[in-house]
Every structure is written in structure tokens, then in C-alpha cells.
């Protein structure tokens, strides 16, 4: 029966809806160790040049996969995220959370090491979602450092899932991050909605800002110090 659903899914006609409902069909019961089988064919860039082919093929994965929480699937979703088209990557941010796997949140924040600001941006919208301390520790760390290419996205991430308790990934970003990121970080802490529950602490992080030797940054800071 797998091996049946593998060959239909990768061999099958995929013109219409009626293809499609073929598929579901006789793939009613299916499990991880198949998805990930089906998870390959929609890597095929030979196959995945066929983009109404491809999409129906996602449209069937969407629905098999999206009835199964099995954890084991969380490492090839995220595996299969660094390299896929933009219809697969949208596909699997939606899946991830789904199979959320503690245990690889930290391989999940690497992502944002990636050169490709779409990997990086994908991970981000994964990361809001599944949140947890190993998520808020891990972008912290990487902010830290000067050459992190994910800083941005880190900022999106931490605001989203720690609010007020985000201050101080923000202020690892105003003492490692480019003049683009700090503006961003500022923004965040100058909003007062976000911050009111450490108001203390965001204008700490704030003034720090202040003695910034880029103007832009400087002046951000004067506009979050005082919006808070």
C-alpha cells in the first residue's frame, strides 16, 4: 500500500482536483515513515518544475500531513525547509508547529545563520509560533554575535514571543548589531503596549542607545525614551 501511494504520488497525472482526490483516497491511513517518502518526491526539482503539478502535489501533502502531531517528523520538515522552493517552504511553516519538537529548537534557530533571507524568514515564522526557552536563549546568543546575518528576524522572534521580557535579546542587539537592527530593537522598546510590564528596564536598554556613535541610531533612541 506505501510503496502504491509513493509511486501514485510521484507518478500520477496531477492535472486536476480529481487527481488530487485520488491520491487522498487511497492514502486515507498513512504514516510518518510514508510522509517523509512523499516529503522527498516534492524535492524533485525535475518533478517540481511542472508548478500546477507541484502545487497539487502540496495541496495532497498538506492535507495527509496535516493529520499527524508525530514529533519525528519536526527534524525532516526543518531538514527539507533549507533548501526547498517558496511553495514547499509556505507549506512546511504551517506543518512544523504542528509536530513541534523541543528537542530541535535549537537546529530550528540556526536557521536564521542562513545567507538566504527567505530560510531566515520562514524559521522566524516558525519560531513565533512554537516559542519556548531554548527558542529565546538560542536567538539571544546569536545576536551577540557581530556578524549574525539573522538579527532582524531575532528581533521579530523574541518581541513576539516574550513581549516585555525580550528587553534584553534587545539590548544584545544595541551592543552587536548594525545601524538597521538597532533602529528595529529601539522600536520595539520605545512600544510602550509591548514594555509596560519592565518599563525600567526597556528605558535602561534605551539609554544605553543614547551614546551611539550613528545619529540614526541616537535619534531613535530619543524617540523611544520618549514614547515610553
Do not use: F, W
Given at each position: 500500500m506505501t510503496a502504491d501511494v509513493v509511486k501514485l504520488f510521484k507518478s500520477g497525472s496531477w492535472t486536476?482536483?480529481?487527481?488530487l482526490d485520488a491520491v487522498l483516497q487511497q492514502a486515507a491511513e498513512i504514516d510518518s515513515r510514508t510522509l517523509v517518502e512523499l516529503l522527498d518526491v516534492l524535492t524533485n526539482k525535475k518533478l517540481a518544475a511542472d508548478l500546477r503539478a507541484h502545487r497539487l502535489r502540496c495541496k495532497a501533502f498538506a492535507t495527509l500531513a496535516g493529520a499527524t502531531s508525530d514529533r519525528e517528523l519536526f527534524s525532516p520538515y526543518l531538514k527539507?525547509?533549507?533548501?526547498?522552493?517558496?511553495t514547499l517552504r509556505s507549506l512546511l511553516v504551517t506543518l512544523l508547529p504542528k509536530v513541534n519538537n523541543v528537542q530541535?529548537?535549537?537546529p530550528l534557530c540556526n536557521l536564521l545563520r542562513s545567507a538566504d533571507e527567505s530560510v531566515r524568514q520562514a524559521a522566524a515564522?516558525?519560531?513565533?509560533?512554537?516559542?519556548?526557552?531554548?527558542?529565546?536563549?538560542?536567538?539571544?546568543?546569536?545576536s551577540a554575535d557581530p556578524a549574525f546575518p539573522g538579527r532582524s528576524e531575532a528581533i521579530d522572534v523574541a518581541a513576539a514571543i516574550a513581549g516585555h521580557h525580550a528587553v534584553p535579546v534587545l539590548a544584545t542587539v544595541l551592543r552587536a548589531g548594525r545601524p538597521?537592527?538597532?533602529?528595529?530593537?529601539?522600536?520595539?522598546?520605545?512600544?510602550?503596549t509591548t514594555?509596560?510590564?519592565?518599563?525600567?528596564?526597556?528605558m535602561t536598554a534605551i539609554a544605553g542607545a543614547l551614546a551611539d556613535p550613528v545619529d540614526v541610531v541616537v535619534a531613535a533612541a530619543i524617540t523611544a525614551f520618549s514614547n515610553t
Open positions: 486536476s482536483q480529481q487527481d527539507t525547509l533549507k533548501s526547498c522552493d517558496a530541535e529548537h535549537e515564522k516558525v519560531m513565533q509560533q512554537v516559542g519556548g526557552k531554548t527558542v529565546y536563549r538560542v536567538i539571544g546568543e546569536l538597521a537592527e538597532k533602529t528595529k530593537a529601539l522600536d520595539v522598546l520605545g512600544n510602550r514594555m509596560a510590564k519592565d518599563l525600567p528596564g526597556a
